[in-house]
C-alpha cells in the first residue's frame, strides 16, 4: 500500500532505523530493504502461524518490486513451530543446517538478509541466527506482537531459553531496521495484547509521567476496542488508531533513548528491567500458564510495593500503578483470581522464588539488583538497587 506521507521514524544508536505505522508489510518494506539494506539474499523467517496470512502477500509484493527495479535479488522462506519451546538450542541448529544445506544454492553468504517476522520468541532466538551465522549477518526486526513492538525487538538483545533460565545464552547485534506494522496489531489476540500493555505501562512508570496520565485516561477506549474478536481485521482498531500508535512510540521512543545511551546495560538500560526480578521468577515457576508481561505485571506492583518498604516511594503511587495496570486487565497479585485458575493453583513457596531471583543476569554476584519506583515517572537511582533477601521476603 502506497504512503501518502512518509512513516514516524526513530533514531537508535545514531541512526533512523526504527519506522513505526500502518501499513508498512508488503511494498513499503521491500523497497525499503532493497534502498536501505541491499541484498541478493533475503531468508524470511517466521512461524507456522503467521506463515499462510503473511508470507504469500509479502512474496508477491516481494516478486513485483523486484521486478520493477530489475533487482536480482531472491527471497527465501523458513517457518518454525510457533511458542516459547522453539526458542532452543535444538531449533537454532535446524536454521543453521537449513542456511547451510546445498539445496541453497547459490550459497547464503555473508552479505545475506535475515528477515525476522514474529513476536518475541521469533526476535530474540532468529537475532541471535543472525549473530552467529557466518560469524555474523545483518537481520531486521519485523514485531507482530505489542510486546515485541515496544521491547523485544528493539535493542539487540537476542537469546534462547536452557534449563536453567531463560535468555541466557546469546549475544547483542543490533537490527539493521525494525519495521512496526501496528497492523498486526488487529489480529492479535486480545490476551496478547493486554500482555504487552504491561511493557508500555512499565515504560511510562520508569520515565515518563505525562505518559503514564495517557496510559490513565484512555484506558477504558483502548480495552473496549482490544475486547472485539481479530477476526473483526483492519477495523478492529479503527476507533483508537491514533491512540495506539502514540502509546506505542512513546514506548518506542524511551526504549530507543535507553538503549543509545546504554547499549550494553551498564547501568541505565537496566532501569527496563523494572517489575522483571520479580516477575522473572514467577515466570520461571508459572511458564506457560501465565504470559510474561502478566508476571511483570504481577511483578511492577511486587517492587513498588518493596520501593515502599525500604522508605522511597508512597503508597499512593503503589496503588495508582495497580490501578493502571488492573484498568488494562492486567493481574496485580500472585493470589489475583485468574491467575490462580489458569495456573491451576500451582504451589510454590517463597524460597524458590527467591532461588529463581538468583539467576537473574543484573544481580552482582549472589547479590540480588532491583529496579525501585521513587514515583510515578522516575526512580530511585538510575540503575538497579542492591536489595537484601530478607526485605524481598
Same mark, same amino acid.
Given at each position: 500500500?502506497?504512503?501518502?506521507?512518509?512513516?514516524?521514524?526513530?533514531?537508535?544508536?545514531?541512526? !533512523?532505523?526504527?519506522?513505526?505505522? %500502518?501499513?508498512?508489510?508488503?511494498?513499503?518494506?521491500?523497497?525499503?530493504?532493497?534502498?536501505?539494506?541491499?541484498?541478493?539474499?533475503?531468508?524470511?523467517?517466521?512461524?507456522t502461524n503467521?506463515?499462510?496470512?503473511?508470507? =504469500?502477500?509479502?512474496?508477491?509484493?516481494?516478486?513485483?518490486?523486484?521486478?520493477?527495479?530489475?533487482?536480482?535479488?531472491?527471497?527465501?522462506? %523458513?517457518?518454525?513451530?510457533?511458542g516459547e519451546?522453539?526458542?532452543?538450542?535444538?531449533?537454532?541448529?535446524?536454521?543453521?543446517?537449513?542456511?547451510?544445506?546445498?539445496?541453497?544454492?547459490?550459497?547464503?553468504?555473508?552479505?545475506?538478509?535475515?528477515?525476522?517476522?514474529?513476536?518475541?520468541?521469533?526476535?530474540?532466538?532468529?537475532?541471535?541466527?543472525?549473530?552467529?551465522?557466518?560469524?555474523?549477518?545483518?537481520?531486521?526486526?519485523?514485531?507482530?506482537?505489542?510486546?515485541?513492538?515496544?521491547?523485544?525487538?528493539?535493542?539487540?538483545?537476542?537469546?534462547?531459553?536452557? =534449563?536453567?533460565?531463560?535468555?541466557?545464552?546469546?549475544?547483542?547485534?543490533? =537490527?539493521?531496521?525494525? %519495521?512496526?506494522?501496528?497492523?498486526?496489531?488487529?489480529?492479535?489476540?486480545?490476551?496478547?495484547?493486554?500482555?504487552?500493555?504491561?511493557e508500555v505501562?512499565?515504560?511510562?512508570?520508569?520515565?515518563?509521567?505525562?505518559?503514564?496520565?495517557?496510559? !490513565?485516561?484512555?484506558?477504558?477506549?483502548?480495552?473496549?476496542?482490544?475486547?472485539? =474478536?481479530? !477476526?473483526?481485521?483492519?477495523?478492529?482498531?479503527?476507533?483508537?488508531?491514533?491512540?495506539?500508535?502514540?502509546?506505542?512510540?512513546?514506548?518506542?521512543?524511551?526504549?530507543?533513548? &535507553? &538503549?543509545?545511551?546504554?547499549?550494553? !546495560?551498564?547501568?541505565?538500560?537496566?532501569?527496563?528491567?523494572?517489575?522483571?526480578?520479580?516477575?522473572?521468577?514467577?515466570?520461571?515457576?508459572?511458564?506457560?500458564?501465565?504470559?510474561?508481561?502478566?508476571?511483570?505485571?504481577?511483578?511492577?506492583?511486587?517492587?513498588?510495593?518493596?520501593?515502599?518498604?525500604?522508605?522511597?516511594?508512597?503508597?499512593?503511587? &503503589?496503588?495508582?500503578?495497580?490501578?493502571?495496570?488492573?484498568? %488494562?486487565?492486567?493481574?496485580?497479585?500472585?493470589?489475583?483470581?485468574?491467575?490462580?485458575?489458569?495456573?491451576?493453583?500451582?504451589?510454590?513457596?517463597?524460597?524458590?522464588?527467591?532461588?529463581?531471583?538468583?539467576?537473574?543476569?543484573?544481580?552482582?554476584?549472589?547479590?540480588?539488583?532491583?529496579?525501585?519506583?521513587?514515583?510515578?515517572?522516575?526512580?530511585?537511582?538510575?540503575?538497579?538497587?542492591?536489595?537484601?533477601?530478607?526485605?524481598?521476603?
Amino acid at each position: 500500500m502506497n504512503h501518502s506521507t512518509e512513516p514516524t521514524k526513530v533514531s537508535i544508536l545514531g541512526k !533512523e532505523n526504527i519506522v513505526v505505522d %500502518y501499513n508498512l508489510w508488503g511494498t513499503y518494506i521491500v523497497h525499503d530493504l532493497l534502498t536501505n539494506v541491499p541484498s541478493a539474499t533475503y531468508i524470511l523467517i517466521t512461524d507456522t502461524n503467521l506463515h499462510d496470512k503473511y508470507v =504469500p502477500p509479502f512474496e508477491a509484493s516481494f516478486s513485483d518490486v523486484v521486478a520493477q527495479r530489475r533487482s536480482n535479488a531472491r527471497l527465501l522462506k %523458513y517457518q518454525i513451530p510457533p511458542g516459547e519451546t522453539s526458542k532452543s538450542r535444538v531449533t537454532k541448529a535446524d536454521i543453521e543446517d537449513w542456511l547451510l544445506s546445498d539445496e541453497r544454492d547459490p550459497p547464503c553468504d555473508t552479505k545475506s538478509v535475515i528477515i525476522a517476522l514474529g513476536g518475541g520468541v521469533i526476535g530474540d532466538m532468529i537475532g541471535f541466527v543472525a549473530a552467529t551465522f557466518k560469524r555474523g549477518v545483518r537481520f531486521v526486526q519485523v514485531p507482530t506482537s505489542l510486546l515485541a513492538m515496544v521491547d523485544s525487538s528493539i535493542g539487540g538483545k537476542t537469546a534462547i531459553d536452557t =534449563p536453567t533460565g531463560k535468555n541466557l545464552i546469546g549475544a547483542f547485534w543490533q =537490527p539493521s531496521k525494525i %519495521y512496526i506494522d501496528l497492523n498486526f496489531l488487529n489480529t492479535l489476540p486480545t490476551r496478547e495484547f493486554i500482555n504487552g500493555m504491561a511493557e508500555v505501562i512499565k515504560t511510562a512508570a520508569i520515565w515518563d509521567e505525562e505518559e503514564f496520565e495517557r496510559l !490513565e485516561r484512555n484506558a477504558s477506549h483502548v480495552m473496549a476496542a482490544i475486547r472485539a =474478536p481479530p !477476526e473483526a481485521g483492519d477495523q478492529r482498531l479503527s476507533s483508537v488508531q491514533s491512540i495506539i500508535k502514540s502509546l506505542v512510540l512513546g514506548s518506542v521512543k524511551v526504549k530507543a533513548h &535507553v &538503549v543509545s545511551e546504554d547499549e550494553r !546495560e551498564g547501568g541505565l538500560r537496566n532501569l527496563l528491567n523494572f517489575g522483571h526480578s520479580i516477575g522473572h521468577a514467577y515466570e520461571g515457576i508459572l511458564t506457560p500458564q501465565i504470559l510474561h508481561g502478566e508476571c511483570v505485571s504481577i511483578g511492577m506492583v511486587l517492587e513498588a510495593a518493596l520501593a515502599r518498604h525500604l522508605g522511597v516511594l508512597d503508597g499512593e503511587a &503503589v496503588a495508582r500503578l495497580a490501578k493502571c495496570l488492573s484498568s %488494562y486487565g492486567l493481574p496485580t497479585s500472585p493470589s489475583d483470581s485468574v491467575v490462580r485458575r489458569r495456573s491451576a493453583n500451582k504451589h510454590y513457596t517463597v524460597n524458590q522464588l527467591v532461588s529463581v531471583m538468583g539467576a537473574d543476569k543484573k544481580n552482582d554476584g549472589k547479590k540480588k539488583r532491583i529496579v525501585l519506583l521513587a514515583g510515578i515517572g522516575r526512580t530511585f537511582k538510575r540503575e538497579a538497587t542492591v536489595v537484601s533477601d530478607r526485605d524481598i521476603r
